[in-house]
Antibody, heavy 118, light 110 residues
Framework: QVQLQESGPGLVKPSETLSLTCSVS?????????WGWIRQPPGMGPEWIGN???????YYSPSLKSRVAISVDTSKNQFSLKLSSVTAADTAVYYC???????????WGQGALVTVSS | QSALTQPASVSGSPGQSITISCTGT?????????VSWYQQHPGKAPKLMIY???KRPSGVSTRFYGSKSGNTASLTISGLQAEDEADYYC??????????FGTGAKVTVL
C-alpha cells in the first residue's frame, strides 16, 4: 500500500514562500509514475497545481506557473512544492498524490492545511 | 482554464440510481478519454472512483459507473447507500497538458 505524507509549515506570511515536502513510502518514486500536488481552499473544489516525473520533467497550472516550482529527490523518495509570493488566496489544504494515468490520482496524502496570514 | 461544470447537488433515496454530470469543452472532456471521478467525505482526501472515463480502481464498488458523450461525462451511482453521501468531483486532462477539476456535486441520500 503506497503511502504519502505532506510536511511543512502550517502558517506562512504574505509575500513569503510556501514550502511543502511529500514523503513516499512502500513505493520507489524512481520506479515510475508522475507525482502531483493538488490544493483545496476551504469550502471549495480541488485545484491542480502541477506534477513531476522521477526524471525531473514538470508540468504546472498556467494560473500558478510563474510562482510554482516542483522538485524531486529520489535518494530520499520525496518530492517538494514551492509557491512564492503567497497571498491569503493561497490558503488551502495541500495534497500530494500519485498520478496513475493522466489526471487520475490513486494514492493521496492526508493533506496539509497551510494558512497565509501575518 | 475554467472549472468543469457540475450540478451543485444531487439527491436520491436509498436503492435508487443517480447520475452526476460533468460538462467541459472539446479541449478537455470531449477531446480525451482521461476523465476521472473522486468521492470526498468531510475532512478526508479525495478518493479515486473512476479513471479513464469508465475504469474502476481495484476495490471500488461496481455500483459506480462512468461514461461520456461529447463534452459531457457522467457518473452513475446505482443502489444508492447512506455511505455514498459525499461530495463528488470530476477532472479531465486538457489540451494544455494540464488538468482541470469540476465545480463539485454534493450527493444527499434522502
Amino acid at each position: 500500500q503506497v503511502q504519502l505524507q505532506e510536511s511543512g509549515p502550517g502558517l506562512v506570511k504574505p509575500s513569503e514562500t510556501l514550502s511543502l515536502t511529500c514523503s513516499v513510502s512502500d513505493y520507489s518514486i524512481s520506479s515510475g509514475y508522475y507525482w502531483g500536488w493538488i490544493r483545496q481552499p476551504p469550502g471549495m473544489g480541488p485545484e491542480w497545481i502541477g506534477n513531476i516525473y522521477h526524471g525531473g520533467s514538470t508540468y504546472y497550472s498556467p494560473s500558478l506557473k510563474s510562482r510554482v516550482a516542483i522538485s524531486v529527490d529520489t535518494s530520499k523518495n520525496q518530492f517538494s512544492l514551492k509557491l512564492s509570493s503567497v497571498t491569503a488566496a493561497d490558503t488551502a489544504v495541500y495534497y500530494c498524490a500519485r498520478e496513475m494515468t493522466p489526471g487520475s490520482f490513486d494514492y493521496w496524502g492526508q493533506g496539509a492545511l497551510v494558512t497565509v496570514s501575518s | 482554464q475554467s472549472a468543469l461544470t457540475q450540478p451543485a447537488s444531487v439527491s436520491g433515496s436509498p436503492g435508487q440510481s443517480i447520475t452526476i454530470s460533468c460538462t467541459g469543452t472539446s479541449s478537455d472532456v470531449g477531446g480525451y478519454n482521461y476523465v476521472s471521478w473522486y468521492q470526498q467525505h468531510p475532512g478526508k482526501a479525495p478518493k479515486l472512483m473512476i479513471y479513464d472515463v469508465t475504469k474502476r480502481p481495484s476495490g471500488v464498488s461496481t455500483r459506480f459507473y462512468g461514461s461520456k458523450s461529447g463534452n459531457t461525462a457522467s457518473l452513475t451511482i446505482s443502489g444508492l447507500q447512506a455511505e455514498d453521501e459525499a461530495d463528488y468531483y470530476c477532472s479531465s486532462y486538457t489540451s494544455s497538458s494540464t488538468y482541470v477539476f469540476g465545480t463539485g456535486a454534493k450527493v444527499t441520500v434522502l
